[in-house]
């Protein structure tokens, strides 16, 4: 059974502040996607990340991919209040079904 | 405005109601899903159509049946739900059945008492 694991599951860091999120997935596959969902809202794709070694950075937020670990890092940089939401990672290594983990809920304070 | 739209936004039923909710996508797709989002689990796909073929039924009960009448739209029929039902019910579409980004509508938010 394919697990998505991601951690922190709960996060609140203060404006100006880095962290990471990671996303680790128990079987192979080359592709990932991350995703943001506000509360009540549906989810809005972020990253999607289609090999070994694939960065993609937009504004605050970097995604990199590395297959041979089975990892994904979502890093937030000099976080602000607006990035506060709930981040999915999902991978598809059966080439039909999305598979999510099951959120990092990010508060951004002051 | 992501071009996937659902409708009702909310839908409150009864246990022995039946309505349906409607998916309609705006961006030239081929491939459809249905996903539901409990609180504090993730995700769960329940189907994908693909050129209006249903190609997955993740396990989903009976009391929920899908239609595609087209690569555009997308209804999930309901009927003797249980208040374990109650969810957000997130429509997607895709490029091309599998390996391509999904988008996602709206949801809607159904309780069932």
């Known amino acids: 059974e394919l697990k998505v694991e991601q951690n922190p599951l709960f996060l609140s860091m203060q404006e100006g502040k880095n962290y990471t999120i990671y996303c680790n997935y128990s079987?192979?596959?080359?592709?990932l996607y991350w995703y943001r969902q506000d509360p009540g809202k549906s989810l809005e794709s972020l990253f999607v990340l289609l090999s070994n070694g694939a960065v993609k950075q937009e504004g605050r937020l970097m995604a990199s991919l590395d297959t041979k670990a089975r990892l994904s890092t979502l890093h937030i940089t000099a976080a602000v209040h607006d990035l506060s939401a709930t981040y999915f990672c999902a991978v598809d290594p059966s080439g039909y079904a999305l598979n999510f983990g099951k959120g990092t809920s990010l508060l951004v304070t002051p | 405005e992501t071009g996937v739209t659902q409708t009702p936004r909310h839908l409150v039923m009864g246990m022995t109601n039946k309505k349906s909710l409607k998916c309609e996508q705006h961006l030239g797709h081929n491939a459809m899903y249905w996903y539901k989002q409990s609180a504090k689990k993730p995700l769960e796909l329940m189907f994908v159509y693909n050129f209006k073929e249903q190609t997955e039924n993740n396990s989903v009960p009976s009391r929920f049946s899908p239609e595609c009448p087209n690569s555009s739209h997308l209804f999930l029929h309901l009927h003797t739900l249980q208040p374990e039902d109650s969810a957000l019910y997130l429509c997607?579409?895709?490029?091309?059945?599998?390996?391509?980004?999904?988008?996602f509508g709206p949801g809607t938010r159904l309780t069932v008492l």
């Open positions: 079987t192979t596959s080359d592709r």
């Open positions: 997607a579409s895709s490029q091309e059945f599998g390996r391509n980004e999904q988008f």
